[in-house]
């Protein structure tokens, strides 16, 4: 496994140097609980592991058209494109070399409905079409700069702007993109190969997530670089030029299209966001409190029947995004536990270290949900291996 480049990981630790109050601050959330009313004991069928030189897998995408699921992943060279169907057959498609390829922990990764993948990585957009294996790049422009967030990088990568999040509308109409420490979300237009921008309510505000509702409203999380806040959301209707104005919700660390008009945002502390800017907040249980958001992707799937499902402790906790109070989120929820592996032997100092017992079960690292319903992971042993999880 190699690690990615500092640039991409310092970028990431950004948003970890400082914390605030009064909403969920720049960190980890608050860790109260970590058990569901149930836990399952999943299996892994048809998972499917990295070629050698690859690694590791920092981002998933669920196939919209099936039960598969795509990712991205690298070595010293070359950057491909992977698609795993559901009965575990791995494709794969070179897309990168050279400069483009430099390794980076943040990248955005979607799918179209008319199977149209795209991945941005540091500030390349990449646009491929499966059925040919045609690939085509962009270089996405310079942001709006957030000098407040510059304020924390050191001289030399002061000016330089890494993909975090990507979202492509409805039908594959238009692809929105952003950039860390930015303050603004850039828009491309695959049609004419233009790219148009938004800026942000406040320069110090950073795109951190991005989602289009079924209408081709853009949904988008912002973190916030002088309040060291997760607290505000945009709606972006379509054909909106200028800024919009900023929503204030619990929790803005990520946002996903959730019913036919909204959006769940958030990870620890979701609300609903509807498309006319309307939040309400969703019953969670205490143990949805402890969850993460991945450096790429979104913190929340949502499942069918309107189930919401976030990365837990050793597996994917689930819980009914629809409940009405906590009790009744806690009551409906569960623990998909990821599939056990052998417990690694712990490190110490001046005595025999113990012999491992039992299976440990390891947390994913990032999850995704594909069209049929399924749910996919990457184990956060080696990072090295998607697998679906079957109850």
Known sequence: MRVRSLLGVFSVLLLLAATGCGHVPFGKADDRSHYSASVVQTSAQNSVTLPGGYGPITALAGDPNGSGVWFWA???TTLSIFHVDGQGKLTSWPVLTGTDNVYQAESGLAVTSAGMVWLGINATLTRLDPSTGAVQTWRIPAPGDNP???SFRPPDTQGQYLVQA????PGGRQIAIGLDLSSSVELFDPAAGTFTQIAMPAASDTPQSLA????GTLGVGLANYQTHLWDTALVVRPGTTSAPAAIPVPDSRSITSYG???FAVGAGDPSLLTTTGTVTPIAAPAAAAGASAP???QAIIVLPNRVLGIIGKGGVFEYPGNATTVASATAGSVTLQVPGVQCSVPITIGSPAPTPTGPCYPGPSVIAVGGAGGIWVVPNTTNERVEPIVS
């Open 212 to 215: 289009y509702a079924p209408d």
């Open 295 to 297: 450096a790429s992707g």
């Open 148 to 150: 407040a967030a510059e």
């Open 260 to 262: 036919s008009s909204g």
């Open 74 to 76: 690298d070595t010293k």
């Open 166 to 169: 990507i979202a492509a509308s």
